[in-house]
């Protein structure tokens, strides 16, 4: 279990962007699927809130992963740079 965890959070760090921030994900998630369902019992609602949901959870999830990545990396490139 320890190495599993510790494959995925090598994973979450690597510079390349390969995993998303997980609550955000996770938020995303859920609000897609509200979505769907509000969708189809046409239930106005639960469609609203989960499309709320999903955008508020994509927006997160992309502004964290800037944070998390790309600040950082340029962070580095200016410092070397002497800027």
Do not use: C
Not at 23 to 29: D, E, G, R, S, V
């Amino acid at each position: 279990m320890d190495r599993a965890f510790g494959a995925l959070q090598a994973l979450h760090n690597d510079e390349q962007g390969h995993a998303w921030a997980g609550f955000p994900a996770l938020i995303a998630a859920i609000g897609a699927i509200a979505l769907g369902i509000g969708a189809a019992n046409d239930t106005g609602w639960l469609a609203i809130t989960g499309g709320i949901l999903a955008g508020a959870g994509i927006l997160a999830g992309s502004v964290l992963r800037h944070r998390a990545f790309e600040y950082d990396m340029w962070r580095r490139v200016a410092k070397l740079e002497g800027k």
